[in-house]
């Protein structure tokens, strides 16, 4: 269940989204659209290129007219937020890179049983909405009058959503965080570590920064010529970026980052949020600079602060918006509950897995023990412990679950919910109230660690995926990956 927990704090989908309204840099405000490409541009692109085939990813085909019809899209774009355009074969050899990558996330998403229906994307609107403090219909009008039309806007948000859920499906269960890790964390707020970098308003981690970056990508298993080779790569276009040249306009043309088209800005959150490795690198330097070479696992990084200080998307965390300005006793109820989870899989679709769960639910009205029939049937981390949860405060788990349990009352009946990880029979054993005071800083610790570790594992992760995957890349053909 700790897959479940810790899921909420300025994910990917909240940043993403947050920036498209226009709340975060005037760059971000753009970073989503996808404007219709006009007909004329359309019909220009379309009969070159009828049949032809830019790549093979898996078994899946991607043709040219779709590369010509969304480079268009993305050229006009790119002239909407005055980045740079890059030559034509540079833009469909970039537009087909991102064509590749979100194949490659929807076929593992359907791999793990992993889908977004309506529904899901009308309470990401719904959520969105309220957290703004909009009505849907001002919502809409924002999007609208930023050039985005409104079933695009939906379109982006279902895909943001499926990705967030398979990072949460992939990645989060292997992130185990330790009372040492929070205790060293702790610490370092008083100390020289991350916690302590910088003293000012604008440097402290709380402050929101707003990045972009140009990735140069190194494949899993490089060898060291070819690391040499990227690296020297890299090393140029950060000469580039130093010389005045245009930041964005390098991303949109060399970046391997997803984020290359939009002038490769990430978005807008405290610095404590970003990934370890780039709060080091940044944490000293004011807006318009740029960072030295960054070596991840992914590759070659280059950053560039954009903003230091302005607005921070909405925290998605009931627990830490609640205290994050408060002193004092925090009273926060909390709720003892168990569960049984019947996961979701390439052979568990999700009305199946709906139709056990229903079983159990009529076993338990009938007399058998809850404890018993978790231990049996869960497949949760927590069935050997009857599907014993603990004491769980708001936030800790995903909405669905949360919102589930929380209408249930202590010890009368259990209620059957769906999350992303699949089918959840709940049962509520008892409730109290307590002052968190004391617990407060150790589980804003513990979010804000988890945060620094999920995303770089999440790229990490990706970056695993393309290398195991078969990709016959027609356009650039050296990044090509053709593993059976």
Known sequence: MNNMRFSLKNRTLSLALMAVMGLGTAQMAQAQSKPAASNK???????????GIAAVVNDEVITLRQVDLEAAQVLDQLKHQKIPAPDQDVLRKQVLQRLINERLEQQEARAMGISVGPQQVDEGVRMISSRNGMSEAQLRAEIEKNGISWEQYRSNLKQE?????????????????????????????????????????????????????????????ANSSEESRLRTKAEGLLAQARSGADFAGLAASSSDGQEALNGGVMGTRPLSDWPDLFAQAVHQLAPGQVSNLIRSGQGFHILKVLERGGSAPANTSPVASAGASQAGPMMVTQTHARHILVKLSKVMTSEQARQRIEQLQVRLRNGESFEDLAKRYSEDSSAPQGGDLGWLSPGETVPPFEQAMDKLQPGSDSVMVESQFGWHLIQVVERRTRNMEGEYKRMQARQALFQQRAEPAFEDWLNSLRGRAYIDNRLDPESSTRRR
């Open 161 to 221: 959503i499926l990705l967030d859920q398979l990072r949460m499906r992939a990645v989060d269960s292997s992130i185990n965080i330790t009372d040492a890790d929070i205790d060293i964390y702790l610490r370092s707020q008083g100390g020289a570590g991350l916690g302590n970098l910088g003293q000012s308003a604008a440097q402290s981690q709380d402050a929101p920064v707003s990045l972009a970056q140009i990735l140069v990508r190194v494949p899993e298993g």
């Open 41 to 51: 541009a359309a019909a220009t692109a379309a009969p070159q290129f009828v049949d």
